[in-house]
């Protein structure tokens, strides 16, 4: 459907940004961890992970759903209709799903957003000055909930107009400015575990809470993800390369969307 | 939207009609219960049991000026701006779906100024309406602190907690003037069963001072009695029941009908090519000319009809 | 199954103590109420009124039932077990049934008690000093937030050792110490709308909250009443005499309890 | 009971196992979960869905000065005080059942001053597990406020409201260490499903720190998966999961058996008439000396266990 291929090492197969965005998404994710996943990318990652090394990883939907289970090529199209409560092990309403995040039973959330800043702050209600907005966006959603109560993974694309300074607005924190500035507003748990784009995957200094390269996609430099990136990364002096999508990997991930609604 | 004082709860509940009587009536009288400028809370989420009916029920019957509230706002927000049913919706998140993206009308309303999105976490909004449900005037919570989103609401307190000192965030609660939610089925009295997702329509329905349901059959209360853990929400709640079957298409309503994707894909290109004039059109098309709710479904068909139920029924197949 | 009769007018059928106090407590009730029953005579007393005067009339149980329908001669023994449940409209949580009292839903509540005092007050914790208490009684369950949050009825057999001018610990507030005080604790709403006895039926001075005598029943004297109360009753000049059981109501009654269980 | 910090209650959660893991053991493996001296909450209510088994477990396996509680308590209470199992009841009220009147044991033990028995209002317990079960320090509510019964508990705070100015009672939220809750069917990861009167256990699950499932039947994950409506307790809160058939007897577990009166007369009898020695030798012949679950049993005996189930399913008769 698509000819926009990263640069494989020659001993795998070919593979899709979006593929290398899932995979390594999959990766950060642990077993037995419970996750709250979209759709899309973020739910194929999180299915993945239960078919690879994370058997006992279990999915959450805002919508109210615990623990679906996911047909391959029947992907549900959102969070809040009955194709994504299929064969679900629960049904319970919004409120106490989310609730479950506050009472701390959550590990991950996955996130995205217009825009993400150095402190790994998220926008998804409005591009360009709130009460005069260039764009209003659609909002935070489940999104504000995730972010201040579990740790969160952003999986995006690595664009420049994405990864700003300063988001024009705060939907999802990260670590606000910084520092101990998070706890410091309330929000004692969670933050961004890690940000995952086609570029590299991106931590945070555990003091000043920047943003900064964990790790490089394969065939990336650490030059070519600052290019990409609006503000200065913490970049250390020896950048490890990430493992390329394996075959297993993507041949499961090839089962789960055949038709490559999410993986083009 | 100020917190309701408890005696104004309390009076307003004593006055309604809370007995075991009949509430069945037409669409045109369930919308006479709505007064314009009333905060109208609607039930389901984003694609899935939209009170569409009712919704349509209203704009036919010219309702303005509402405050609509919702968990997740799909293109029934899209429809309230253009018709004049609301300027205002308190909602988590507004477009049509994630599939469609944008939506163009919503931006072309609010990025002007004619009507306003009050944005509230997922969460808050859940639990605003709980507070009102319980009967409280606000709730703890741990979330949206930190957040801009917190800074452009209304009428939150942060606290720190007497207990343990930590730092809260207490959620005004809502109590809607009116909740319209739709369900699979409903007897005479009101007795309310819902099936799979419930969304944060309990809460609603409890918070509200008047709960308008539409429901795809109605039941006996015999049927209903057989079935108690099914009853979501009681009939004393409720002030009307209108039998609307397909009653949030072309949105879903779990184990009957899946969305009806091509009347959402057309719809979605309406706004994509012709923004609010297309809406304009389609209210006039589906909403305002149709003589009754058949002639509504008319306009999706029964061939789009027969395959949304196929699909609905397929949660029980497992 | 007893001979303790009430002196009955000689135009109607004879009755006990029992029937008297049911047939009583039901005329209190009004059609559309929602009302919290216990076992035994309140039950009856609310399932006479829907088949007397109130057939709108809706019962909870504490147990989380909403709208049981009770059929004669099985009347449940408790409100928690699933007798009670008997072709309910609804079950819910506890907890979420109690709240329907603070959501201001439900208009009265029954109520009974080891002790009740001039102010209405109502003790079902501790006979003597709490803190060496000569019986400790089996305490509050839903009584407290029945009494706090809803009007409630009293039915109680009519007992100086059981009327005393202060209770040893209040259980389920009436109106405290009297005048405006119960608002003052931060309870705005309910209070005693009647005590119903086999002797009278007491209201409550608007303004002292006194305990006051409404209307005798038949046969009794004011004075009757007052011997068998341990404080000075607001007795008016004018006492009205209660109606006596109709043959109808007795009827309907026998039907429900036709082994005399709790009307005996 | 003092509220539990946060942060206690963020690390306690984390550090447990909660992945889709099979959690079935033995009757001895699931009473190790609870160490002398724990808060262990128990469901149901009354002479419902009491967990006799598990607390049948507890007292075999000779834990200690445990703190108990639960919305009402029946004559589990005794035991549990005779047993020495516990000394501290929480609870709204406690005797064995309102046709057997006043707990003579009840009143032996705490008149002397040798057990508490701490009265909360039923919904104070109520709201205190769901504020645990929340993630909150606290719930305000509107009753318990001028009673004697807010006068002898520890741990609530009054409050003007930041709102409304309107008076409100804080009630502190309750994280047992334990709850032990007997359900109808549960698979073998925890997933619990509850017919009927659901009592408080959803909230006590919730806000426990470990929760040990009693079950009539363990069922297959694909039964749980297909009525996920009826699932009340999720896997992930589940550390325990033991088959205990009539694992409420001489109690009732709704749709399955109704209370075992012949039983509940002769245990009345033995309190009326020997006092504590008589629990003592109850506790001896059905608690201590049987070797199995199905010897305490058979202390009831088949033709009661066929008639109470008989009873018991009669629910489903309508």
Known sequence: MTTDLATPPADTKPYTKSQLLTISASRVLEDGQIVFAGIGITLLAATLAQRTHAPGLTILFEGGVIGPFIQPGELPPSTNEQRCTRRANMLVPITDVLLLLQRGYVDIGFMGGAQIDRYGNLNSSYIGDPDMPKTRLPGTGGGNDIASLAEIIVATKHEKRRFVEKVDFVTSPGFIDGGDSRARCGLPYGGVKKVVTDLALLGFDPDTKLMRIDALQPGVTAEEVQDNTGFDLVIPDDVPIAEAPTATELAILENLDPERLYTH | ?318
């Open chain 2, 1 to 318: 939207m100020a917190v309701t004082p408890y005696e104004t709860i309390r009076e307003r509940t004593r006055a309604r009609d809370r007995s075991l009587t009949e509430k069945v009536m037409s669409f045109e009288e369930a919308a006479a219960l709505v007064k314009d400028g009333d905060h109208v809370a609607l039930g389901g989420c984003t694609l899935s049991r939209t009170p569409i009916a009712a919704i349509w029920a209203l704009i036919r019957a010219g309702r303005k000026d509402l405050v609509l509230s919702r968990s997740i706002t799909s293109n029934e927000g899209d429809l309230a701006y253009v018709s004049g049913l609301s300027s205002h919706i308190m909602t988590s998140w507004f477009a049509q779906g994630i599939v469609w993206g944008l939506s163009k009308v919503m931006r072309a309303y609010t990025e002007s100024g004619r009507a306003e999105f009050e944005e509230w976490s997922h969460m808050a909004m859940g639990l605003r309406y709980r507070a009102g449900a319980m009967g409280v005037p606000f709730m703890p919570a741990r979330s949206m602190m930190g957040s801009n989103v917190l800074d452009r609401v209304a009428g939150t307190k942060e606290m720190d907690c007497p207990f343990t000192g930590e730092r809260l965030l207490l959620l005004p609660a809502l109590n809607p003037d009116v909740a319209l939610i739709h369900v699979q089925r409903c007897d005479a009295y009101g007795n309310a069963q819902i099936d799979g997702l419930q969304f944060m329509d309990i809460d609603i329905a409890m918070a509200a001072n008047r709960v308008i349901i539409t429901t795809e059959r109605i039941v006996s209360n015999d049927q209903i009695r057989r079935a108690p853990d099914q009853t979501k929400i009681p009939f004393f709640t409720v002030d009307a029941v209108v039998e609307a079957p397909y009653g949030s298409a072309p949105h879903e309503c779990y184990g009957v009908y899946e969305p009806f994707f091509n009347e959402l894909d057309a719809y979605a290109k309406i706004t994509a090519t012709e923004g609010e004039e297309g809406v304009r059109k389609y209210l006039d098309r589906c909403f305002y000319e149709p003589e009754d709710w058949a002639g509504y479904l008319s306009h999706i068909g029964v061939a789009d009809i027969l395959d949304a139920a196929k699909r609905g029924r397929r949660v029980y197949d497992d």
